[in-house]
């Protein structure tokens, strides 16, 4: 996934291109949109990086998710919520991240009890590990959703 920007500065997450138009989305949000690709530039900037920046400050101010180290890590931790249950090679080859810096990164919010492995049966090849938020992650999510 790639950052993209629209003619007013805006940042945002580019989920699909076609030939004429793109599939974008918000970082903020969540919400999906289509821009025409003539008003889009690309963005230098990291997709996990911009998911990270617009984290809702009441996420993370929450204290069930002090445990996540940096900005890019707090962007994995939206996307695998965004897209849970996800597959690890469905994370590889959507991000910018190599595979030992995605394997420290997942160790990493495992330790701190934010994400958990999932059963992929059915939705990934099979023998790919995958996973999903905790319940007190879902809960820190939610709580920003229902305050606005």
């Known amino acids: 996934m790639e950052t ?3 003619r007013s ?3 945002y997450l580019l989920v699909k291109r076609s030939a004429e138009s ?13 821009v025409r690709n003539d008003d889009l530039e690309p ?9 990270g920046r617009a ?10 998710l002090r445990g996540v ?6 962007g994995l931790l939206r996307e695998i ?8 090679l469905t994370l590889l080859d959507s991000y910018d991240l190599c595979e030992s810096d995605l394997h420290g990164s997942l160790a990493e919010l495992r330790a701190a009890g934010l994400i958990e492995p999932a059963d992929l049966d059915g939705i990934t090849l099979a ?3 995958g996973y999903r938020t905790t319940e007190r992650t879902r809960a820190a999510f939610d709580a920003t959703r229902q305050d606005g």
């Not at 793109?22 to 289509?34: I, K, L, N, W």
């Not at 180290?69 to 707090?74: A, V």
């Not at 919520?81 to 996800?86: D, I, K, L, M, Q």
């Open 81 to 88: 919520a965004r897209r849970e249950p996800v597959g690890v």
């Open 22 to 34: 793109s599939r974008v989305r918000d970082p903020r949000t969540g919400e999906e949109r289509y």
């Open 43 to 51: 963005s230098d900037e990291s997709a996990l990086l911009a998911a």
């Open 69 to 74: 180290g940096d900005e890019r890590t707090l």
């Open 9 to 11: 500065g805006t940042r």
């Open 4 to 6: 993209v920007r629209d």
């Open 55 to 64: 984290t809702p400050t009441a996420v993370r101010e929450d204290p069930d």
């Open 127 to 129: 023998g790919d590990r």
